[in-house]
């Protein structure tokens, strides 16, 4: 399957991506979430011939009001409307980046029945929610490192719904909507995270 992705302009560089950041994201936590989306949103773009560094910035900025909106989920991604707007992104942008949210608690009204139909943002909501598993994935093993998490293991755990709860099966598996499978998908991810393990901390 040959999946079609309309290209996303999100125009800004890769600078002024970072720059916008951190002057937004502070929280440690959400900082490496972000980064370890980034990687694998450019491994993915790797994969489909797309822009890379446009699909890394779709990852890195998709939480940019989490550190806002973390005690109040109705407004993420709405505060996020503002900031990206104000930073000059794109309309198509912002729409990619808040679709990740759409389906669960997070936009109120503003989400109210809205469904991912892009390719685009299947691999979005898929990327930035299959780091969760990963990382948990890697705390598990004794050594807590990214480079021990296997496909098989990680496939296993994933079917394992006590496992990583949080971490919404239904979302990970939304990337088979671009015509990739699971093990494919997690050994893409896998391999991504392991490129920034030790600004991961893992």
Same mark, same amino acid.
């Given at each position: 399957?040959?999946?079609?992705?309309?290209?996303?302009?999100?125009?800004?560089?890769?600078?002024?991506?970072?720059?916008?950041?951190?002057?937004?994201?502070?929280?440690?936590? %959400?900082?490496?979430?972000?980064? #370890?989306?980034?990687?694998?949103?450019?491994?993915? #773009?790797?994969?489909?011939?797309?822009?890379?560094?446009?699909?890394?910035?779709?990852?890195?900025?998709?939480?940019?009001?989490?550190?806002?909106? +973390?005690?109040?989920? %109705?407004?993420?991604?709405? !505060?996020?409307?503002?900031?990206?707007?104000?930073?000059?992104?794109?309309?198509?942008?912002?729409?990619?980046?808040?679709?990740?949210?759409?389906?669960?608690?997070?936009?109120?009204?503003?989400?109210?029945?809205?469904?991912?139909?892009?390719?685009?943002?299947?691999? !979005?909501?898929?990327?930035?929610?299959?780091?969760?598993?990963?990382?948990?994935?890697?705390?598990?093993?004794?050594? +807590? &490192?990214?480079?021990? %998490?296997? %496909? +098989?293991?990680?496939? &296993?755990?994933?079917?394992?719904?006590?496992?990583?709860?949080?971490?919404?099966?239904?979302?990970?598996?939304?990337?088979?909507?671009?015509?990739?499978? !699971?093990?494919?998908?997690?050994?893409?991810?896998?391999?991504?995270?392991?490129?920034?393990?030790?600004? !991961?901390?893992?």
């Amino acid at each position: 399957m040959d999946p079609h992705f309309e290209p996303v302009n999100t125009n800004l560089s890769y600078d002024q991506a970072k720059s916008l950041f951190d002057a937004h994201v502070k929280d440690p936590g %959400v900082r490496k979430h972000c980064r #370890a989306s980034e990687q694998i949103m450019r491994g993915l #773009a790797k994969y489909f011939g797309q822009d890379e560094e446009q699909w890394g910035i779709l990852g890195l900025l998709h939480d940019i009001d989490f550190d806002k909106t +973390k005690d109040d989920p %109705v407004n993420h991604c709405v !505060l996020a409307i503002s900031i990206l707007k104000d930073a000059g992104v794109s309309s198509e942008a912002i729409d990619v980046i808040c679709s990740h949210a759409w389906g669960s608690e997070c936009g109120g009204g503003n989400v109210a029945g809205k469904k991912r139909t892009r390719n685009i943002e299947h691999a !979005l909501v898929a990327a930035e929610t299959v780091t969760g598993l990963i990382y948990a994935a890697a705390l598990m093993n004794p050594e +807590k &490192k990214l480079a021990n %998490v296997k %496909v +098989k293991s990680l496939k &296993k755990k994933y079917k394992s719904k006590a496992f990583a709860r949080n971490c919404n099966r239904e979302f990970i598996a939304e990337i088979e909507n671009t015509g990739v499978e !699971l093990n494919g998908f997690f050994d893409i991810a896998i391999k991504a995270m392991q490129e920034i393990s030790d600004e !991961l901390g893992l």
